[in-house]
């Protein structure tokens, strides 16, 4: 198990010709909201469908399935009326295109009124946060009163398309309207025109795989493999713990269609060792790289669902919520040497929306895209010399505890869909508020882009 004091240790004295100082933007919700509108929006519940490694159980499926299924799981676990749901929003990254918008492609095969509008964002790891968030934002427009937010991603089959130039000859057949003219176009066919483009977890703007970020992130921060592998197994321990005590309660069994036996636990949680974790090769940068297939998260399949309301509605509905959800902000990076920093900036920021300091928050759940980036992103928070020089603070924003982190698991463990991992997040921490008798929860995640997103929830009286 990482002790405390190895995971973390302040980055010191930390001297680079690489470009941090970049100017970060900030989008948040308004300190003055709630103020202005009168309207308090609660989270009544969460669901989600196990989250499971690609190619596994869900294999044969379509995302629009899984995402369904999380749609019907919050109708089964609070009850509420589809007639009562004013609009559904979910977030997707690998989209499918045959379902571009998946959230009205869901709702309808799940049963849902085709009165009920829904619409689909993308915004790469954090695109359920942006779900919430813009369902927050219609309700305090008043626009809305009851929604459901949501986020699927399904790596079993991803969207393999032609290359371009075959892509090219494709669309020029039609077009070509004798027999010689057809022929001409075959003929000109050759191997290379048959090479497929895979979607790659890459940055457009820098063409770097986020895998490569994250081991240029930990190279910086100083971040070890020792303390890498042994905040995966951290991880895996704790989620393996909350699997057996019945933690996870926003899992839903899924009965797939032709399969005996439903699926009840997300299949990713694995309890190793660190001589098994040492023996594992670098995955992205040989051989001197320090992430591997144990200290990352997985592909995964998966989908998640959240029930929203504004506070006045839920309680003529006669439903009791679980948590208020409070600010929330989402920041913007240099996606090339901060692409996995969100946490770093979205943390303090929405602590001032909220008017809270960082000992005012008594559970957080912060997303595990690497055990590295995480790291890197604790020993930021951690230390004067970034807060200062790089942040533009006039001190650091302060060190997370541990004994607060993550402590039902994380997306190393669980599972990381990449639009469904925000859900997750925001369900997770509003239990465990419950659960452990507190107040204030915090909420952070990376994305590519070299965007991050911060929410702060407060546990809902429990009189």
């Not at 989620?239 to 009965?255: E, I, N």
Request: aromatic share 6%; with cysteine.
């Amino acid at each position: 198990m990482a002790s405390r004091t190895l995971i973390s240790t302040a980055f010191k004295g930390y001297k680079t010709q690489q470009v941090f100082g970049v100017a970060t933007r900030c989008f948040s919700a308004s300190a003055s909201l709630k103020q202005k509108s009168g309207k308090n929006i609660v989270l009544v519940d969460g669901a989600r469908v196990p989250f499971c490694v690609s190619g596994t159980e869900y294999k044969n499926l379509m995302p629009h399935d899984l995402q369904r299924e999380a749609l019907l799981g919050i109708l089964k676990k609070t009850g509420v009326s589809q007639d009562d749901i004013d609009y559904v929003c979910i977030g997707t990254v690998i989209q499918e295109a045959r379902t571009t918008n998946i959230a009205r492609e869901a709702m309808l095969s799940a049963g849902f009124s085709d009165r009920i509008p829904a619409h689909t964002v993308t915004m790469a790891c954090i695109s359920s946060n942006q779900a919430i968030a813009t369902m927050i934002g219609f309700m305090q427009a008043g626009m809305i009163d009851t929604a459901i937010a949501g986020g699927v991603d399904f790596m079993s089959d991803v969207p393999i398309k032609f290359n371009r130039s075959m892509r090219g000859k494709m669309m020029q057949m039609p077009k070509a309207k004798t027999m010689g003219a057809k022929l001409g176009l075959l003929a000109s066919l050759r191997p290379k025109h048959l090479v497929p483009e895979l979607p790659a977890i890459a940055e457009f703007s820098t063409n770097e795989t986020m895998g490569h970020s994250a081991d240029r992130l930990c190279t910086a921060f100083k971040v070890s493999r020792q303390e890498q592998d042994e905040f995966g197994i951290r991880s895996h321990t704790f989620a393996k713990k909350a699997q057996d005590a019945g933690l996870l309660d926003d899992v839903l069994p899924y009965k797939v269609p032709g399969v005996a036996n439903p699926v009840t636990l997300d299949n990713g949680v694995r309890v190793s060792t660190m001589e098994q974790m040492a023996k594992l090769k670098p995955a992205f940068i040989k051989p001197h790289g320090t992430i591997t297939a144990a200290n990352a998260s997985f592909l995964t399949d998966g989908a998640s669902a959240v029930l929203l309301m504004t506070e006045e509605k839920a309680l003529k509905l006669g439903f009791k919520p679980k948590a208020y959800l409070r600010e929330f902000t989402f920041v913007a990076i240099d996606p090339k040497d901060q692409l996995l920093l969100g946490p770093t900036y979205a943390v303090p920021d929405v602590l001032n929306k909220a008017g809270l300091k960082l000992s005012d928050v008594d559970v957080f759940e912060i997303h595990e895209a690497f055990a590295g980036q995480i790291l890197a992103n604790l020993k930021a928070m951690d230390s004067d010399w970034f807060g200062k020089n790089v942040m533009g603070r006039k001190e650091k924003v302060g060190q997370i505890p541990m004994e607060k982190l993550n402590l039902w698991g994380g997306s190393l463990s669980i599972g990381h869909p990449f639009g469904a991992t925000g859900c997750r997040l925001v369900t997770t921490a509003a239990n465990r508020l419950i659960k452990e008798d507190k107040n204030v929860a915090l909420v952070a995640a990376c994305a590519a882009g070299g965007h991050g997103h911060g929410m702060i929830i407060e546990r809902y009286p429990s009189k």
